[in-house]
């Protein structure tokens, strides 16, 4: 596996509109990743460093309101994989309109899908990734679970290229089959977490468990759920952003249940999975257009 030099040219990566391109950041921007990604919502920019089969190195996104594309730069856009990790990633593949028509017919969510047109739901750059970041956030903030991700990315991750540290990223998250043989005990978290995050890195490693877009949803969730630690929530977390399942309704999200009630939505549990029934199959964006309501 080599380096990879840098493209000269932008790739376009385009998208129908609307598309909330501020909005997108700001959720990628909070959970960034240290050493492995930067997010810099003032210029509209998303960089990270990556490690696939053809190769490492480090890319930057950019968004630029009005334009109906976004730019990929810093790696030759003819390398396999990149360009559809990055329509994932940012859910450049989405008809919003399509969404919209679902959505905005509920009279609860129609004055969110009109006060933020064109919502994405955040994707994955890997699926192994995701559902690592997922474990690690159980219970915990989002800033501490970032803080967690750093330390788990310095303990067991690789150096990246030096061409990516010298651009501020200077870690490779780290693989299932690292974190499947790595001493976590340094990581700060229960025992309990460390077993989760072991089991998961072991399945994903022996290819019991699958990640990524084009892996049956309700299947993946139900190894998901075999695992030690791993709750529905996380299951439900996983498939909607790792497997790109839009239906995935978010079901015992505390913040979920807090707009719900706060928007006027029925206040327990039973109530909404059947008020959101409507939303099909657009449960998982229903869920995110909620979590703005707060």
Not at 66 to 72: I, P, R, V, Y
Not at 115 to 134: I, S
Not at 266 to 271: K, L, Y
Request: with cysteine; aromatic share 6%.
């Amino acid at each position: 596996m080599g380096d990879l030099s840098a493209s000269d040219e932008p790739v376009p990566l385009p998208f129908l509109q609307p598309f909330d391109g501020l909005g997108l950041l700001s959720f990628l921007a909070r959970r960034a990743v240290p050493g492995v990604e930067h997010v810099d919502v003032g210029s509209a920019t998303y960089r990270r460093t990556f490690r696939i089969p053809s190769g490492t190195g480090s890319l930057e996104v950019r968004y630029i309101e009005g334009l109906a594309h976004l730019t990929l730069s810093g790696c030759p856009d003819v390398l396999p994989g990149l360009v559809e990790r990055c329509r994932r990633l940012f859910d450049l593949d989405l008809v919003p309109s399509e969404v919209a028509a679902v959505l905005g017919a509920d009279p609860v969510l129609a004055p969110l899908v009109a006060a933020t047109p064109g919502l994405r739901v955040p994707g994955a750059w890997d699926g192994f990734e995701l559902a690592v970041r997922a474990v690690l956030g159980q219970q915990v903030s989002v800033a501490a679970a970032r803080t967690l991700l750093g330390r788990l990315t310095a303990l067991v991750g690789r150096t990246a290229p030096s061409a990516c540290a010298e651009a501020g990223l200077d870690l490779l998250f780290p693989t299932a089959e690292e974190v499947a043989v790595a001493d976590l005990e340094r990581l700060g978290v229960p025992a309990s977490r460390r077993r989760t995050l072991r089991a998961l890195a072991e399945a994903v490693a022996a290819g019991r468990l699958t990640l990524e877009p084009g892996a049956d949803p309700v299947e993946t969730r139900g190894r998901l759920l075999e695992l030690p630690g791993i709750g529905p929530w996380t299951a439900a977390y996983v498939a909607l952003r790792a497997l790109g399942d839009g239906d995935s309704l978010l079901v015992g999200d505390l913040a979920l249940a807090k707009a719900a009630v706060r928007c006027g939505l029925p206040g327990t549990w039973p109530e909404l999975v059947a008020r959101a029934e409507r939303w099909r199959p657009w449960r998982g964006y229903a869920s995110l257009w909620l979590w703005t309501a707060v």
